[in-house]
């Protein structure tokens, strides 16, 4: 056989790489060594010329068979996951619950009081922040808006006045998430992509505060829309609103505490009976007991029956028995928030993981690509209205987002949807309300609904809008170099923000106008020459076109840093010298997914 016939046969692909399956070939007319021994190799091939398989490879089926119990035993351990990850779950949302419970009980009293001045409410800003400031200390939208619609319902305050309130409620409403995204501080990546899953929310609640609220004070449009809307409605009292998830949950819940929620409501109008009740409920329903008098009447009378859970014959005052049940929840929220996102990080693994991040955050064929966020929204509204709560809904996909399961920009779509679900949560609430407060509390949740209408109207529908997305970016890659400024921000932005513009306002407009109105020109100064930064730095003077012209302190938290540093920690050398190592450490974005290696074709561009 010469060359030339060998050039004319097919390529063999070598022995170890068909095992490996890459498939690569060997030419036979590069190398005459070892001819015949190759020939007859050939010879007892195929006739389609693959290489010979030994009878060794044919003859170790017992492989397979070793592989195989391996594998159901990995199966039968996933599954049992499952049930564990339900009833972490489960003590998740109680937790939640209780810790709402437990921030009624500490500040509830003091949020009723903050109702009671209507002439402070009666100032836009002031009434923004006395929603936010309610809505933290209490833990719950749903009490806050409860509490406006009594008074509106009793004529203490106007509709007018009371939508700056539900506006601060949705804001303070998104502090639990924030929350719960410190709890996966331990891993940098994971803590960034949890905390700008997080914050998400707080973004859009506040931007949309800052078109809307002067656009209401100078317009009205949602209090003469709302007030069209109940005026053609025919409005009759309804049923209860379902409840769907708490069926489930208050059996447990209530076993812990039950508030009588009614106190904080006459507070804030004024009732100072009770002002020395307390809020855990003593007596629960009473039972309507029937005697037989004769055949011509019958006596009856009602007897108060003791409720059972543990405080019900406490003596503690409210305020230790809320600080007892804020440790507790939040130790039980903290273990339960960590076991679950081990156990999801042990399930979702390997091409599991692939497959579910793919469908969740992976958009439609085009030219439907758009739709996908929609649908996300409508789920996201739908698990809501399920759950009763978006606090329970947005702190549940937090860890999600950590994780890396539910991208950034699928969560913002999900996020919108929970606030539709709860506002329409709310509406059934508000039908279920008597006769004399059916209207009030109609036009409140309409009121709520609209906001969150506008605000998706104004920061979604184009994707250059979605201004949220990049500022939750850039605080998670902040906390992710400088974890204490989770703290900070919440901090800031929930609690010594609003409490200085709550004392700037009460203090008459001409001081809030002095002190806010040079703080506000510098803020838009300070944004608008970052962007000309960003995009086209040439046009800056010289002088703008950076910032070390100033103050180190003026421009960069690593003064701050060094300062929190050296007050915190005392220790050796070695570990300040591997703080200031990981310090000085680029943070890599980590909202590419980079976590499975999955890119989707038009991410960042349809949701």
């Excluded at 060794?56 to 594998?71: F, I």
């Excluded at 009833?87 to 949302?93: T, V």
Aim: charged share 15%; net charge neutral.
């Amino acid at each position: 056989m010469d060359a030339a016939q060998l050039s004319s046969q097919p390529k063999v692909p070598l022995e170890e790489d068909r095992e490996s399956g890459i498939g690569s070939t060997l030419d036979l007319t590069n190398s005459f060594e070892g001819l015949s021994q190759k020939t007859d190799r050939r010879s007892t091939s195929s006739p389609r010329g693959k290489a010979y398989a030994p009878p060794r490879e044919e003859e170790s089926p017992p492989q397979t068979s070793a592989v195989a119990p391996e594998k159901i035993k990995q199966l039968l351990i996933n599954l049992s996951k499952i049930p564990l990850l339900f009833i972490l779950l489960f003590l998740f949302i109680c937790s939640l619950d209780t810790l709402s419970s437990a921030f009624q009980l500490a500040g509830g009293k003091v949020a009723g009081d903050i109702f009671q001045d209507n002439a402070v409410l009666s100032n836009p800003v002031a009434g923004l922040v006395v929603g936010i400031l309610v809505t933290v200390l209490v833990q719950s939208s749903s009490t806050s808006t409860s509490i406006v619609v009594s008074l509106v319902a009793s004529g203490l305050l106007e509709v007018k006045s009371a939508i700056p309130v539900i506006m601060g409620t949705n804001i303070g409403t998104s502090v639990t998430n924030t929350i719960v995204a410190m709890m996966q501080a331990a891993e940098r990546n994971d803590f960034q992509r949890a905390f700008a899953g997080a914050t998400i929310h707080d973004c859009f609640n506040w931007l949309s505060v800052l078109v809307l609220l002067p656009l209401e004070v100078v317009s009205g449009v949602m209090t003469r829309l709302s007030n069209l809307l109940v005026s053609i409605l025919s409005l009759q009292p309804g049923e209860e609103a379902p409840e769907l998830l708490k069926v489930i949950t208050e059996p447990l819940t209530k076993l812990i505490i039950q508030l009588d929620k009614c106190v904080i409501t006459e507070i804030a109008m004024g009732n100072e009976a009770l002002r020395n009740r307390s809020l855990v409920k003593e007596w629960c329903q009473a039972d309507v007991v029937s005697e037989n008098c004769g055949l011509s009447y019958n006596l009856s009378w009602t007897s108060p029956v003791k409720c059972r859970h543990l405080f019900a014959s406490t003596e503690l005052s409210d305020l230790t028995v809320g600080l007892i049940l804020l440790a507790a929840s939040l130790m039980v929220l903290c273990t339960c928030l960590l076991l679950l996102v081990k156990l999801l990080n042990s399930l979702l693994q390997g091409h599991v993981a692939k497959v579910i991040h793919k469908v969740i955050n992976t958009d439609l064929p085009s030219p439907f690509g758009w739709l996908a966020g929609y649908i996300a929204m409508f789920v996201g509204a739908g698990v809501t209205f399920v759950v009763q709560s978006s606090s329970v809904f947005t702190s549940a996909i937090t860890p999600l987002v950590g994780i890396g399961v539910i991208s950034l920009e699928r969560a913002y779509p999900l996020t919108l949807g929970s606030n539709i679900g709860t506002t329409a949560t709310a509406l059934l609430a508000a039908m279920a309300s008597p006769g004399n407060k059916l209207a009030a509390s109609i036009q409140i949740a309409l009121c709520h609904l609209l906001f969150n209408v506008f605000g998706i109207l104004l920061w979604y529908p184009l994707p250059f809008t979605r201004l949220p997305i990049r500022m939750a970016r850039v605080l998670g890659e902040r906390t992710a170099k400088y974890r204490w400024f989770a703290i900070l921000y919440l901090l800031l932005c929930f609690l010594l923000l609003p409490s200085l513009v709550l004392g700037l306002s009460l203090a008459g407009w001409q001081v809030m106008a002095g002190v806010g109105g040079p703080f506000l020109s510098i803020t838009i100064f300070i944004i608008i020459v970052n962007v000309m930064k960003a995009h086209s730095p040439r046009h800056l003077p010289a002088k703008l076109q950076t910032w070390d012209f100033l103050p180190k302190w003026m421009h960069s938290l690593k003064p701050l840093d060094n300062l929190i540093t050296k007050a915190t920690v005392c220790c050796s050398s070695c570990e300040e010298g591997q703080k200031e190592e990981e310090e000085d450490k680029e943070i890599k974005p980590v909202f590419k997914d980079e976590k499975y290696q999955q890119s989707s074709a038009a991410k960042g561009h349809n949701n």
